[in-house]
């Protein structure tokens, strides 16, 4: 069978099991009482069908009972899918139709999300608190005494889908299994030398790779998370000192809010040792100015189950690291073959780290792992001693980060070419100061046809996630084209991309 999240559970539970695993805005939880619960929780589940292979949709904020519920399905051999809370309505109901989920969680804050949305279908939903609303189960009242057995969930079982890319409003969603999880878990672990000691500010959301992901490595090193339901600074800069975290993730402009509000509060983050993410230069040279802390950095995505290398950006200044021992890395040509030292390639994957594969996309598989290595979409290359560099994504695979949010070009020019008015539409990436990265969307108009900025913005948010409207709109009369009359983003990206 091998490990599973559930047997972590278990094991730091006989080790340690006084000592605080959880800690939330009212409450916190021992080893002993988390893993209580858990089979509490499990044994209800269980009762209701959610058993192995079934999916459980989860779009709600960051909670202790979040937790619960990925200890009771790594039990029942049930498969969580926490959704982006930030989605719009109809691109929730795209993640739903895509899992078929048996049970659908939700807090409060999100039911509003939900009023557009078919929901009917799913034979369980459930609300997070005390209460039931309507139709809608209470969580609580899920849980009930745990006698029953489970079946056997073994390593290789899918555990979590996390959702990726999204072409056309159709998403994708990457199959973690308990083995992806646990040697990505491992992997942290060995290399910062993570302790029972190490507390983690869980504020990133849980739907994202790297928020589960540290999330995930505390708890298997016996720490804790002090859970934050929404990132707020002038909050988590209290709870860093209260709780004496010691590690957080951090994307534009998570840190810089961070060392504002250290200023104006004076707190001291004298338990701080690590902070993971991206950020500009100078925002890292302050914090490793203020503050004892060490700033890391790496290179990985969801396919990847978090980062494959890894790296104190003091030890090689513009490096993604080398590869972490779980992973084996590589730069290849378009014919699969691995380039020289120093020339660029697509950076390819192999080992444990690399998902199951896309939930129910075989064609996507059969590209993703042509060659028999998993291909990134992104550009690298190594130098001498080994270090990646990572330079960009692939034209066909362009990605724009903002904030620590994906944004795919292709889901915004999607939305903007809707508009009878528009004749073709590049998105591309464009520096912004605050979120490292914004959305800018260059329009070609039909001839003789207008369209103002908030036209377009409006367009985009009626289908998609508000963060992914273009803050630049530039209105053109012709976009560059290849010789084949395919838009040439390139040349777009060179031309308007300041």
């Keep these: 069978m091998g490990r599973t999240f559930y047997t972590i559970l278990k094991d730091n539970a006989r080790a340690r099991g006084s000592e605080i695993a959880l800690i939330g805005s009212s409450d916190s939880l021992t080893f002993n009482q988390f893993l209580e619960r858990v089979d509490m929780l499990a044994e209800g589940l269980s009762q209701r069908g959610i058993t192995s292979g079934e999916r459980v949709c989860l779009l709600a904020h960051n909670a202790i009972e979040s937790f619960l519920l990925f200890g009771a399905c790594a039990r029942t051999g049930a498969i969580v899918f926490p959704i982006n809370w930030r989605l719009s309505g109809a691109e929730v109901q795209a993640v739903l139709e895509l899992a078929e989920p048996k049970m659908l969680i939700v807090d409060g804050a999100n039911l509003g999300t939900l009023e557009s949305i078919e929901v009917e279908a799913i034979p369980h939903r459930v609300v997070l608190g005390s209460e039931s609303q309507g139709d809608w189960l209470s969580f609580e009242d899920l849980s009930i005494e745990a006698t029953g057995e489970f079946p056997g969930v073994k390593a290789e079982d899918a555990f979590v889908l996390l959702t990726t890319a999204a072409v056309e409003g159709v998403p994708r969603a990457a199959t973690l299994t308990h083995d992806n999880i646990l040697t990505a878990s491992d992997q942290l672990i060995n290399r910062l030398k993570l302790t029972p000691d190490d507390r983690h500010l869980a504020a990133l959301p849980l739907f994202h790779v790297t928020g589960l992901g540290l999330s995930m490595a505390i708890l298997q090193a016996g720490g804790a998370n002090v859970i934050q339901e929404r990132f707020n600074p002038s909050e988590a800069v209290l709870l860093m000192d209260q709780h004496q975290v010691s590690l957080l993730a951090s994307f534009p402009p998570v840190l810089a809010t961070l060392l504002e509000a250290r200023e104006a509060t004076d707190a001291t983050w004298d338990s701080l040792r690590y902070v993971l993410g991206l950020d500009a230069p100078?925002?890292?040279?302050?914090?490793?100015?203020?503050?004892?802390?060490?700033?890391?950095?790496?290179?990985?995505?969801?396919?990847?189950?978090?980062?494959?290398?890894?790296?104190?950006?003091?030890?090689?200044?513009?490096?993604?690291?080398?590869?972490?021992?779980?992973?084996?890395?590589?730069?290849?040509?378009?014919?699969?073959?691995?380039?020289?030292?120093?020339?660029?390639?697509?950076?390819?994957?192999?080992?444990?780290?690399?998902?199951?594969?896309?939930?129910?996309?075989?064609?996507?598989?059969?590209?993703?792992?042509?060659?028999?290595?998993h291909h990134t979409g992104d550009l690298g290359r190594f130098d001498e001693e080994g270090y990646l560099y990572y330079l960009g994504r692939k034209p066909e695979k362009d990605l724009i980060k903002s904030g620590g949010e994906n944004v795919y070009p292709a889901e915004v020019e999607f939305a903007i070419a809707s508009l009878p008015q528009t004749n073709a539409v590049c998105v591309i990436g464009v520096p912004d100061e605050t979120w490292g990265e914004t959305v800018k969307a260059v329009v070609e108009l039909k001839p003789g046809k207008t369209l103002t900025e908030k036209e377009v913005v409006e367009a985009v948010t009626a289908r998609i996630a508000a963060f992914k409207k273009p803050r630049h709109i530039q209105f053109v009369e012709a976009l560059p084209r290849t010789l084949e009359g395919q838009i040439d983003r390139a040349a777009v990206k060179m031309t308007y991309g300041e």
Aim: hydrophobic share 35%; charged share 25%; proline share 7%.
């Design 282 to 373: 100078e925002m890292i040279q302050r914090l490793l100015a203020e503050s004892g802390a060490s700033f890391w950095t790496g290179f990985g995505q969801s396919e990847t189950s978090g980062v494959v290398t890894l790296i104190d950006v003091r030890e090689k200044p513009g490096a993604a690291g080398k590869p972490l021992p779980g992973a084996e890395v590589r730069c290849f040509d378009e014919n699969g073959a691995e380039v020289p030292i120093g020339a660029p390639g697509e950076i390819v994957v192999q080992g444990p780290l690399v998902f199951r594969g896309y939930w129910r996309d075989d064609d996507a598989n059969l590209y993703t792992s042509r060659h028999g290595w």
